[in-house]
């Protein structure tokens, strides 16, 4: 008589009935005045502020909650490093992929206090965003994510947003911004050069002009709107399946089937305008 054995290889599984788990992290940190802080993080609440503080303070909470079935483990911890006179925040992670069957429910902020003056260069995935006081060049790539800036002095601003939507109170110098399925709004600005491109989203921007600033917008299946709030300009605008309305001081140099020329007082700044399947509307002061 023969007895077959048979052996069976299972991989990890674990039921929990309730589990969670739990990264706490409340340090100080040296960094110069006018220093760059770096942040990579995914699905987080960011909070930075900026205040007369000679250093850095950064607390991390994150807590998640699981019920049911779940599948491999990981490991999760942020590292901040000094690096001569700079900040780098950024996630580090091991194990196995995470799969439930019942839920997973995660609470995950980053709070930050810094020195005013310093530039933040920001990389998220799934994050929300509220910077305050920062006065140095502030650089976001955001993936899935709103940033909203208040009283922010810098004078360079770059966005690049996936499925997000910038909201800015002031701004000034340069502006570049790069947005798909998002809307950019920006209040009390004075930029002397502007680069703007959207797919699918809303450009809404009030600004003053600089003699011999230079100010592009791009926008497909999008809205264009510009509160100009001082400054004369030459503007050229490409449109196709688009609508033109103007309130103010401008004068109609040519105005064709795919393309307008616009004069704004006596004319200075270069201002570019290409839309397609769009709105745009122009106010002058």
Not at 20 to 31: A, H, I, V
Not at 35 to 49: K, N, P, R
Not at 78 to 86: A, L, M, Q, T
Not at 105 to 128: M, R
Request: net charge negative.
């Amino acid at each position: 008589m023969k007895i077959l054995k048979i052996t069976l290889i299972l991989p990890f599984i674990a039921f929990v009935a309730q589990a969670q788990e739990e990264f706490k992290l409340d340090q100080e940190y040296s960094m110069n005045l006018s220093g760059t802080i770096y942040l990579d993080s995914d699905d987080a609440d960011v909070t930075i502020s900026g205040s007369d503080r000679p250093d850095v303070r950064v607390r991390i909470y994150r807590k998640v909650e699981t019920k049911g079935f779940v599948w491999g483990d990981t490991d999760f911890e942020v590292i901040v490093e000094e690096d001569g006179g700079d900040l780098k925040i950024y996630e580090k992670s091991s194990g196995s992929h995470i799969s439930v069957v019942g839920y997973m429910e995660e609470k995950y902020t980053i709070d930050i206090e810094a020195p005013k003056g310093v530039s933040l260069t920001i990389n998220g995935d799934d994050d929300d965003y509220l910077i305050t006081n920062i006065n140095g060049a502030i650089d976001l790539d955001i993936d899935d994510g709103d940033a909203e800036l208040r009283n922010c002095g810098g004078s360079y601003f770059k966005f690049d947003l996936d499925d997000g939507d910038i909201n800015v109170d002031q701004a000034r110098g340069k502006l570049i911004a790069r947005l798909d399925d998002g809307d950019i709004e920006i209040e009390n600005a004075t930029f002397d050069e502007v680069d703007v491109r959207v797919d699918d989203g809303d450009i809404v921007i009030e600004t003053s002009f600089a003699a011999n600033g230079s100010y592009k917008f791009r926008a497909d299946d999008s809205d264009i709107v510009l509160n100009i709030t001082g400054g004369d300009a030459d503007i050229e605008i490409d449109h196709d399946d688009s609508r033109l309305y103007t309130s103010g001081d401008f004068l109609t140099l040519q105005d064709g089937e795919d393309f307008t020329r616009l004069k704004l007082g006596k004319g200075g700044a270069a201002v570019r305008i290409d839309v397609d399947d769009a709105t745009v509307r122009l106010t002058a002061r």
